[in-house]
């Protein structure tokens, strides 16, 4: 079901969109090196292979997990030949790129300079960490998005449609709620999504009842297990562990529970967390409140003692105090709801605003651009400002109970939010 021209890929509108830069240099044979950067089946593959084609080059394609100097020799020598044959060029597609290590990516310096080869690498991590200063200069970098709902039910009808490349042949009618599921459990990831059609299809094709379709209940069959997309060690770690520290200097302990549960759905190492918050009271909270320090510290200490999932429950309370800052089971609630949320959205972005941009190439890309620094607003909060992801309906995970010292926490929440933007 690998799209056979630009109209039939889905998704990337912001990309191949009529008018837009790629599109129109796709579309034109105009090659140039190039990055494409984005979560897994959103059709860096896909891409790379119509540049390719529209270009009339030759294609070599390498993954970087299986390939090594010798690969690259070869498809050198087979550029140069190609190109001594018949004048032709050679796309040199690269999966995985970032699993290549600085000396195996400055291979290809010479040949680009050369024009040799015109490269093009696929990466699910951030090129500003894992791609060489030098490589990334000479190739410009196109960011793809994951595929919404919408989208992937469209590709999943066209795959049950079609009889030469997809499911057409076995004439399998669907359920809507039955596609509409598969689509939102495949998260973003086209790749995915058809192979949970395909074993929808081999459920239904088994059913005693001929004729039946896929069912709901089938699709409920194929989509079990984790979706939610997480790196501990790259571009959404940071991401959501930037989104956490901001949401909790911006006085928003909703937003803070959320993006806490997203880290821990994910797998982050709770004591990363533990230490980071006693790093936000420090910074954020200081001497207005000194309790917050001695409470993160208490925290951590008690995730130490306890382990999971009991100490996550006092990180909870931490993060929740920190973004009130200057009692009952409202901590034990609100967590529970906020996990839910995680559970059922599925990964939704972190907004540019919110993200951190510690490169130009993010800061060119728009990461950080509008975010409001809470320290420079009056009172020291943004009104009006939104920490929570663009996608998500506004929520109130944390509602203080009538009770003790949550009575003025409370109070003062009520104030801040209904403050004039």
């Known amino acids: 079901m690998r799209p056979r021209s630009l109209d039939a890929v889905r998704g990337q509108e912001h990309l191949l969109h009529v008018g837009k830069p790629l599109r129109q240099a796709i579309e034109s044979g105009q090659l140039h090196s190039l990055i494409l950067w984005g979560p897994p089946g959103t059709g860096k593959t896909t891409l790379a292979r119509l540049i390719a084609q529209r270009s009339d080059a030759q ?3 390498l993954s970087a997990v299986m390939a090594g100097v010798k690969d690259i020799r070869a498809a050198v020598e087979s550029a140069r030949s190609e190109r001594a044959r ?3 060029p050679t796309v040199l597609f690269l999966d995985e790129v970032h699993r290549f290590n600085k000396a195996q990516q400055d291979m290809f310096l010479p040949y680009l300079e050369d024009g040799t080869l015109t490269f093009i690498g696929a990466t699910t991590e951030n090129p500003s960490f894992e791609v060489v200063s030098a490589l990334l200069s000479r190739a410009r970098v196109y960011v793809l998005k994951p595929l919404g709902a919408g989208e992937l039910e469209q590709l999943l009808r066209t795959a049950l449609a079609d009889p030469e490349h997809g499911l057409g042949a076995m004439s399998l009618t669907a359920d809507t709620e039955a596609l509409a599921l598969i689509a939102r459990s495949a998260d973003g990831d086209a790749r995915r999504a058809l192979n949970m059609l395909e074993l929808a299809a081999s459920l239904a ?3 005693p009842s001929p004729g039946a379709g896929i069912t709901l209940q089938c699709a409920q069959e194929v989509v079990s297990g984790p979706r939610r997309r997480f790196d501990k060690s790259g ?6 562990i930037s989104a956490l520290h901001k949401s909790v200097r911006g006085t928003d302990p909703d937003a803070a529970l959320y993006w806490l549960c997203r880290m821990l759905d994910g797998g982050c190492d709770p004591l990363y967390i533990a230490r980071r918050i006693v790093r936000m009271a420090i910074e954020d909270i200081g001497l207005a409140d ?6 993160t510290l208490d925290a951590w200490e008690a995730y130490d003692r306890l382990g999971s999932p009991e100490g996550e429950l006092a990180i909870a309370n ?7 800052a200057p009692k009952s089971n409202a901590a034990y609630v609100a967590m529970g709801e906020a996990q839910a949320d995680v559970a059922a959205a599925g990964t939704l972005e972190v907004p540019l605003r919110l993200r951190n941009a510690p490169t130009r190439l993010m800061q060119d890309l728009g990461y950080g651009h509008g975010y409001r620094y809470a320290h420079d607003e009056p009172g020291g909060y943004a009104a009006g400002e939104r920490y929570l992801p663009d996608e ?16 003025k926490i409370g109070e003062a929440l009520a104030r801040l939010r209904n403050k004039p933007t």
């Open 235 to 240: 571009e959404q770690f940071y991401d959501q």
């Open 205 to 207: 094709q088994a059913q």
């Open 392 to 407: 998500l309906p506004d929520r109130r995970y944390y509602r203080p109970v009538p009770r003790g010292l949550e009575i």
């Open 86 to 88: 018949s004048g032709r």
């Open 59 to 61: 294609f070599i394609g």
């Open 318 to 324: 931490a993060v929740i105090y920190l973004a009130c």
């Open 290 to 295: 000194p309790r917050a320090f001695a409470l």
